[in-house]
């Protein structure tokens, strides 16, 4: 079994920063890109960034120039820094990613529990 928990969330002033932590954890082979989506009430999930594991990535353009996503290999570990946070980022966001459990297992589809990001104006 392998499992995503996501930290870091809070409630936080307009231009203010957060910082989101993503950990795989359990049996793993090997993990591809991984990416932080986020949801408001309503709407449909939204991919916010994306990083390949050789260290690619990728921005929404609402959040391009605010946010920077970076991994950890080693620790399985992914990290989104929000910088100038504004109300409209606010949402609960998911970490996401596709794991090889074993070598010659197809990947498998794991999403984190989600954390609540709320910016008061």
């Known amino acids: 079994q392998a499992q995503l928990v996501e930290s870091g969330g809070g409630l936080v002033q307009s231009g203010g920063s957060l910082r989101l932590t993503c950990t795989a954890s359990?049996?793993?082979?090997?993990?591809?890109?991984m990416a932080w989506y986020r949801q408001t009430p309503g709407k449909q999930r939204e991919l916010v960034a994306r990083?390949?594991?050789?260290?690619?990535?990728n921005y929404a353009e609402s959040v391009t120039g605010r946010f920077t996503i970076s991994r950890d290999s080693g620790k399985k570990t992914m990290y989104l820094q929000m910088n100038n946070l504004q109300p409209e980022d606010t949402a609960v966001y998911y970490c996401?990613?596709?794991?090889?459990?074993?070598?010659?297992?197809?990947?498998?589809?794991?999403w984190g529990q989600g954390t609540q990001v709320t910016v008061s104006a």
């Open positions: 996401h990613t596709n794991i090889w459990r074993q070598p010659f297992d197809r990947p498998l589809d794991y």
């Open positions: 359990g049996t793993i082979y090997k993990i591809n890109s």
């Open positions: 990083i390949t594991s050789e260290g690619n990535t």
